[in-house]
């Protein structure tokens, strides 16, 4: 089946500080990937949408000047926590869409990262 | 505005009891709906999808899910659950590929926990 891999799965990083995460799709290109955030016990929220060549569109609540999100190429998007502060420690989540299937929109997930901010 | 809600939040059954969780939607025009799993420290993994055609559709390890479009439903289910299934169970939805409602949604979540 079709891969996501996410790096790294695991950060710490100190109070202040940027943070990026890398989404990539391995076996197919990805015009759209999701980026999402699960609190502990909780589900996924949706955080934006992100679409190659084009700018994100972020989720209502969500700062866009916060969660930079760069999709420039049809395998790679990534997202950059910046000035992270303890409030954003989470799992973050992405999943991307196969492009050359048009009639579903079946997304797969990477195994996700754990963000903590000290 | 598109939705996916799920109302049992925590279920607790014994093994070999028959499971059903609920998920509605709520979506204006074609919807694609899935159900995922969490196992406890793993990443999401799909058990099932209904894009089109028979409205019941199988999954993996035995589960299966019923298109309702009259109730606006999807629910779950597997008629003699693990212990091995426990885990968090997720109902999400999608829209059209290439419409402004393509992203997906997922439900608040099921915990399924499974008593020995």
């Known amino acids: 089946g079709a891969v996501v891999s996410q790096h790294p799965s695991r950060v710490i990083c100190k109070s202040g500080t940027s943070v990026k995460i890398e989404c990539r799709s391995l076996?197919?290109?990805?015009?759209?990937m999701f980026w999402y955030r699960q609190f502990p016990k909780k589900s996924l929220m949706l955080m934006a949408t992100?679409?190659?060549?084009?700018?994100?569109?972020?989720e209502q609540g969500v700062e866009k000047d916060k969660f930079l999100i760069n999709h420039a190429s049809l395998t790679l998007s990534t997202l950059t926590v910046t000035s992270a502060h303890p409030e954003d420690s989470s799992f973050y989540i992405c999943?991307?869409?196969?492009?050359?299937?048009?009639?579903?929109?079946?997304?797969?997930f990477g195994q996700g990262t754990r963000l903590t901010v000290v | 505005a598109q939705s996916v809600s799920q109302h049992n939040h925590h279920v607790i059954l014994s093994e070999a009891a028959s499971l059903e969780l609920g998920c509605n939607y709520s979506?204006?025009?074609?919807?694609?709906l899935f159900w995922y799993v969490q196992y406890p420290g793993q990443h999401l993994q799909l058990l099932l999808k209904?894009?089109?055609?028979?409205?019941l559709v199988k999954g993996i390890k035995g589960f299966e899910a019923e298109f309702i479009k009259s109730k606006f439903s999807f629910n779950l289910r597997k008629p003699s659950v693990q212990w091995s299934d426990t885990a968090e169970y997720f109902c999400?939805?999608?829209?059209?590929?290439?419409?402004?409602?393509?992203?997906?949604?997922f439900g608040s979540g099921t915990r399924l926990s499974i008593r020995p």
């Open positions: 999943s991307a869409r196969d492009s050359a299937r048009t009639e579903d929109t079946e997304a797969f």
């Open positions: 076996d197919f290109q990805a015009t759209t």
């Open positions: 992100s679409n190659e060549g084009s700018k994100a569109t972020y």
């Open positions: 979506y204006g025009g074609t919807v694609n």
């Open positions: 209904y894009f089109s055609g028979d409205p």
């Open positions: 999400a939805g999608g829209g059209h590929p290439y419409s402004s409602a393509s992203k997906i949604i």
